[in-house]
């Protein structure tokens, strides 16, 4: 972390109705600016998925990863669907967002360095909007 006062400065893109909706959120969850707001999500992110890193490699964990993805995107949904044929998945749920956006549900039980593994495919996939995960439950390999 930087020192106390010390601040820098970072930017990412993103397309207007998403920069309007952190606008709007800023001021419904009262924070001061879209900064503390990003701050706040993003050490919630790194909380998260630092839960995943201390799991064991060989443990067998059962996950739900929700991916949005642009269903016109023929590149994506096939980079998507073979990144879903290397792993243990137990169930998929597909669901039509928008008239261009998909949601996917996986569940996947798998042993932890395989979902870990998946994560980073998945965010490899240019197409893809969206990824977030949930750890439903650890058994021991």
């Known amino acids: 972390m930087a020192s106390k006062g010390l601040r820098e400065t970072i930017t990412f893109s993103c397309d207007?109705?998403?920069k309007k909706l952190i606008t709007t959120k800023v001021k419904e969850f009262?924070?001061?600016?879209?900064?503390?707001?990003?701050?706040d999500a993003l050490q919630n992110f790194f909380e998260s998925e630092k839960g995943l890193e201390n799991i064991e490699d060989s443990m067998?964990?059962?996950?739900?990863?929700?991916v949005v993805y642009d269903h016109h995107d023929l590149n994506t949904i096939s980079q998507f669907i073979e990144a879903q044929h290397d792993l243990n998945l137990s169930y998929s749920y597909h669901h039509h967002m928008q008239p261009d956006e998909c949601l996917e549900n996986l569940?996947?039980?798998d042993e932890a360095k395989n979902?870990?593994?998946l994560l980073k495919k998945l965010r490899t996939i240019q197409g893809i909007k969206y990824i977030s995960l949930q750890l439903?439950?650890?058994t021991q390999a």
């Open 60 to 66: 067998k964990i059962t996950v739900i990863i929700s």
């Open 30 to 39: 009262g924070y001061q600016n879209k900064s503390q707001m990003i701050r």
């Open 16 to 18: 207007p109705k998403f």
């Open 115 to 117: 979902i870990r593994f």
């Open 136 to 138: 439903v439950s650890r």
């Open 107 to 109: 569940i996947v039980k």
